[in-house]
Nanobody, 124 residues
Framework: QVHVVESGGGLVHTGDSVRLSCTVSGRPFTTYQMAWSRQAPGQEREFIASINWSGADTKYADSMKGRFTISRDNTKNTVYLQMNNLEPEDTADYYC?????????????????WGQGTQVTVSA
C-alpha cells in the first residue's frame, strides 16, 4: 500500500515563500513520477507541476512557471514544491500525487495515489 503525505502548508503573507514537502512510503520512491496540484474553494483541481522518477524531467502548467519549482530527493523519498512571491490567489489546498507513468504528465487523472492535502493561505 502506498502512502502519500504532504506537509509545509500554513498561513503566510503576500510575497512570502513556502516550501511544501511530500513523502511517499510503501513502495520504492523511484517507481513514481510525482506531481503537485491545488484546489481553491469552489474551483476545479489545477495541475501545477510534475517530475519524473530521477528528477531530470519536469513539466509545469504555463501559469505556474517562474514562481513554482518542483524537485525531489530520492534519498529521502520526498518531493518538494518551492513557491515564491505568493499571492492571495495562491490560497488553496495543495495535493501531492504519484503515478507509475514514466514521462511527466499534466493529466491528473493518470495519478493513482494521492495525499490528503496541505492548506496554504496567503493573506493580503
Amino acid at each position: 500500500q502506498v502512502h502519500v503525505v504532504e506537509s509545509g502548508g500554513g498561513l503566510v503573507h503576500t510575497g512570502d515563500s513556502v516550501r511544501l514537502s511530500c513523502t511517499v512510503s510503501g513502495r520504492p520512491f523511484t517507481t513514481y513520477q510525482m506531481a503537485w496540484s491545488r484546489q481553491a474553494p469552489g474551483q476545479e483541481r489545477e495541475f501545477i507541476a510534475s517530475i519524473n522518477w530521477s528528477g531530470a524531467d519536469t513539466k509545469y502548467a504555463d501559469s505556474m512557471k517562474g514562481r513554482f519549482t518542483i524537485s525531489r530527493d530520492n534519498t529521502k523519498n520526498t518531493v518538494y514544491l518551492q513557491m515564491n512571491n505568493l499571492e492571495p490567489e495562491d490560497t488553496a489546498d495543495y495535493y501531492c500525487a504519484a503515478t507509475g507513468l514514466a514521462l511527466p504528465t499534466s493529466r491528473l487523472q493518470e495519478f493513482d495515489y494521492w495525499g490528503q492535502g496541505t492548506q496554504v493561505t496567503v493573506s493580503a
